[in-house]
């Protein structure tokens, strides 16, 4: 059974920065789509940012410019640097392995079979 584990939230005022990593137990994490999701109260879950083991990535449109999602294939290690945090940032952010070696055109919850258990966000104003 292949395990995710997300670490690196934390608390931080508006304009800081955080970095987030999910170690992955499997070798197929290596060779997949992978993903960061989040989750604020209240709300839907909602795709944040994908990568491709070649490193090709995409963003949801609220992120671009201030996330960057990366990856050690090796390590079977994602990351997701977040710089220039907003409140709306404020959210249980979860890591996902998805079904195959590319990506879906959009970022959607049933693209991706492996979740881990979140780490949590919060910006301050």
């Known amino acids: 059974q292949v395990q995710l584990v997300e670490s690196g939230g934390g608390s931080v005022a508006a304009g800081g920065s955080l970095r987030l990593s999910c170690a992955a137990s499997?070798?197929?994490?290596?060779?997949?789509?992978m993903a960061w999701f989040r989750q604020a109260p209240g709300k839907e879950r909602e795709g944040v940012a994908t990568?491709?083991?070649?490193?090709?990535?995409k963003y949801t449109n609220s992120v671009k410019g201030r996330f960057t999602i990366s990856r050690d294939n090796a390590k079977s290690t994602l990351f997701l640097q977040m710089n220039s945090l907003n409140v709306d940032d404020t959210a249980m952010y979860y890591c996902?392995?998805?079904?195959?070696?590319?990506?879906?055109?959009?970022?959607?919850?049933?693209?991706?079979?492996?979740w881990g258990q979140g780490t949590q966000v919060t910006v301050s104003s």
């Open positions: 996902a392995e998805g079904r195959g070696w590319f990506c879906p055109s959009s970022i959607q919850r049933t693209a991706f079979r492996y």
């Open positions: 499997g070798f197929t994490a290596r060779t997949d789509c």
């Open positions: 990568i491709d083991p070649d490193g090709r990535t």
